[in-house]
């Protein structure tokens, strides 16, 4: 089973922006499509992004295409977020996931992270 670290979350300022990392160890790397849940406070795990083995095909959320950058390295077996133009809607904890191309629907998730936009 792969193992998820999140890290880069923090406090920033609407508008600002930040990068998520998630660092996978464990299993083949390329072997995992890889994306990114949230969760506000009081609100649903929801998609955020995804993108599949080879960094070739990516899919965004509604509230953040055009702001938000899912990459991967596979070399360095990390997925990243770019956040820009951050708003305060955009506070939640932030969750890595790893799907296996195996395995499609059976998720592995991160730790997560914490992500806050002030007004």
């Known amino acids: 089973q792969v193992h998820l670290v999140e890290s880069g979350g923090g406090l920033v300022q609407a508008g600002g922006s930040l990068r998520l990392s998630c660092a996978a160890s464990?299993?083949?790397?390329?072997?995992?499509?890889m994306g990114w849940f949230r969760q506000a406070p009081g609100k649903e795990r929801e998609f955020v992004a995804a993108?599949?083995?080879?960094?070739?095909?990516?899919d965004y959320a509604d509230s953040v295409k055009g702001r938000f950058t899912i990459s991967r390295d596979n070399a360095k077996n990390t997925v990243y977020l770019q956040m820009n133009s951050l708003k305060p809607e955009d506070t939640a904890v932030y969750y890595c996931?790893?799907?296996?191309?195996?395995?499609?629907?059976?998720?592995?998730w991160g730790q997560g992270t914490q992500v806050t936009v002030s007004s």
């Open positions: 996931t790893a799907e296996e191309l195996a395995r499609p629907g059976s998720l592995s």
């Open positions: 464990g299993r083949t790397f390329s072997s995992y499509a």
């Open positions: 993108i599949n083995w080879s960094g070739g095909k990516t």
